[in-house]
């Protein structure tokens, strides 16, 4: 009897602890924006570049990456944008190294945490991004690009208009 009682009490925590949901509240997002143009922000306090997006003339992509973190976790949110512009005349771009300062590329990051002002993050975007117009509402992307010296970023996706 005291046998079963363990046994018992051993399946009770695996179902506990089990769960059907693996509860991965990551977002991963991949849009552009018709009419707009991106201004870049900086500041004296942190080495984070910031982009903001507001009405104008060019197409402005945004690839979002967020998560909440740890469930019991408190503060761990993280979010990271990568944004660019570009003419809304073309069907296709390629932009290396020093041409990236010409589609604006930024890496802006948010969290509860602290990115301090370094002068050894301050470099341009260095790599390459590339685009192909599948149709009026959706473009295919690539981005391999190394921010603030060493952060370097991988992504390839269908980007949606967002309206």
Do not use: H, Q
């Amino acid at each position: 009897m005291k046998t079963f009682k363990i046994v018992l009490v051993l399946i009770g925590i695996i179902f506990i602890s089990c769960s059907e949901s693996d509860n991965n509240s990551d977002l991963y997002a991949y849009r552009f924006f018709k009419n707009k143009k991106l201004n870049i922000v900086s500041n004296d306090v942190t080495y984070i570049k910031y982009g903001e997006i507001k009405e104008g003339n060019s197409l402005v992509f945004e690839y979002e990456y967020s998560t909440e973190g740890g469930i019991n976790v408190v503060d761990d949110e993280y979010s990271e944008f990568i944004r660019f512009e570009i003419s809304d005349s073309i069907d296709e771009f390629n932009f290396t190294n020093e041409e990236l300062t010409i589609a604006k590329i930024v890496l802006s990051k948010y969290c509860y945490c602290v990115f301090e002002n370094n002068p050894d993050k301050d470099f341009l975007p260095k790599g390459i991004i590339s685009g192909e117009k599948i149709s009026e509402t959706e473009w295919d992307i690539s981005i391999d690009v190394t921010f603030y010296g060493n952060e370097n970023r991988n992504i390839a996706g269908k980007f949606k208009l967002k309206e």
